[in-house]
């Protein structure tokens, strides 16, 4: 019954079990309780571009 985003590589299902505020700031600290993973190519934001994964040669 949680709303999900639709047509992603992945999804986590989580419980919060304890919330930390550092600051102006609060951070949510899960347990995952369903996880679903499919095939696809992520995609990759890194030093404000956009990528994608490549093996290391």
Do not use: I, M, W
């Not at 505020?21 to 934001?45: I, M, N, R």
């Amino acid at each position: 019954g949680n709303p999900v985003l639709g047509q992603t590589l992945a999804t986590l299902e989580c419980r919060v079990v304890e919330e930390v505020t550092g600051g102006t700031h609060s951070v949510f600290l899960g347990e995952v309780q369903k996880a679903y993973a499919s095939d696809g190519e992520p995609l990759v934001y890194y030093r404000g571009k956009f990528g994608k994964f490549e093996e290391a040669k």
